[in-house]
């Protein structure tokens, strides 16, 4: 990502234009078709103006939805504008070509400012659009994304949070492989409304968004696990690898289950073992400032902020766990968090080891 603004150059943008037109004046070219993106397991829908435009690399960033173009026939013949309830979608971002790149526009609500964000090509632009559609669903009442990995096991979901580096994404491509069910590799949805996590508890929400990993894969991954991981790699740009999500491995966009545990990383070279420093919630202080910052939630008052993670932590301490992971090996981990919460009844992903494990740790 180049830059990010609340300035006007976004308009007049989505003009594209080819060659003479005899005129003296470059020939006009037609507008990219809109794109309306849906959940694959409902729940989200929204409308991205010009999105035709990355719509390629959108499907390789995104691939949890159901992508579908909309020409100017179909708006007139009022086609492909209604997600499947009927409910009607806004045009809550844009994509326009720029000289200098790709610009990405939004969320387009009321009585918020736009932020029109620049990138160099389509795989960048495709991916700044995938954070931006998090910004859109954040919006949404009682729903907090939370800067976290998750998987779902057989004990609920498994959140596993943590600053950029602690090893978030690995830790859950070594559970999938495991055979656990992955659903965010780096932002999670949470439901917080009252009525559900009454009645089910918080719910983790997969954004369907795609799994990365980081390169080069660290030796100590170990052979098995570095091949299934580069054999699911689907495209590279730079330091980054896209991942293709299996049916049985990655969730896909809107669907969700109870969080079980959640685990802020605390992952230390060379450490043996693996230890969980749990509270009993009359000591969160330290918890709650580790997860403070990983929490979005601009539907939330800043001073509702403490209380929200406060929530969280009671609801993960009500299931199976909540405290500090302090580990060293990724595997370790992995195999660690398999014991303790099982593996949901889907069987091991493809190319993934047969199930099995440490016997569950006290």
């Given amino acids: 990502m180049d830059k990010s603004d609340n300035g006007d150059d976004f308009a007049g943008a989505g003009e594209a234009h080819g060659g003479g037109s005899g005129t003296g004046r470059p020939a006009r070219v037609a507008a990219p078709a809109d794109l309306l993106l849906q959940a694959r397991a409902g729940g989200f829908a929204l409308r991205v103006g010009g999105g035709g435009l990355v719509a390629a690399a959108l499907r390789l960033t995104m691939p949890g939805w159901h992508h579908s173009l909309i020409t100017a026939a179909d708006v007139a013949a009022e086609k492909k504008t209604d997600v499947a309830a009927g409910e009607k979608t806004d045009a809550a971002l844009e ?18 400012p736009a932020v029109t964000r620049h990138f ?5 632009a495709a991916n700044g659009l995938a954070g931006a559609v998090v910004e859109v669903v954040a919006l949404r009442p009682d729903r907090a994304v939370l800067h976290a990995a998750a998987v779902r096991t057989a004990a609920g979901v498994v ?28 932002r ?46 689907v495209e590279t740009s730079g330091p980054l690898a896209w991942l293709d999500p299996h ?35 009359g000591d969160d202080a330290a918890l709650v400032a580790l997860l403070l910052p990983q929490l979005h939630a601009p539907g939330v008052a800043a001073g509702g902020l403490v209380a929200t993670v406060q929530r969280l932590l009671a609801a993960a301490r009500a299931g199976q766990g909540a405290g500090r992971l302090v580990y ?29 494990g440490p016997e569950a740790p006290a």
């Fill in 159 to 186: 959140v596993l949070a943590g600053d950029s580096g602690a090893g978030k994404s690995t830790l859950a491509q070594a559970l999938a492989w495991r055979g656990a069910r992955h659903l965010a590799d780096d």
């Fill in 247 to 281: 049916d049985r491995a990655g969730a896909v966009a809107g669907e969700a289950a109870a969080l079980a545990a959640l685990y802020v990383l605390d992952r230390r070279t060379g450490t043996a073992g693996v230890r969980l420093v749990a509270t009993d919630g």
């Fill in 328 to 356: 060293g090996a990724t595997l370790e981990a992995a195999d660690w968090l398999i014991a303790r919460h099982g593996l949901p009844p889907v069987g091991p992903a493809p190319g993934g080891p047969a199930r099995g």
């Fill in 120 to 124: 160099r090509h389509e795989l960048e």
């Fill in 188 to 233: 999670i949805v949470l439901d917080l409304s009252p009525a559900t996590v009454a009645s089910d508890g918080v719910q983790c929400i997969s954004l369907g968004l795609a799994a990365r990993a980081r390169l080069p894969l660290p030796e100590a991954l170990g052979p098995e696990l570095r091949q299934w991981i580069s054999r699911r790699t």
């Fill in 95 to 112: 994509v326009r070509r720029l000289a200098t790149g790709i610009a990405v526009r939004g969320p387009l609500v009321a009585a918020r």
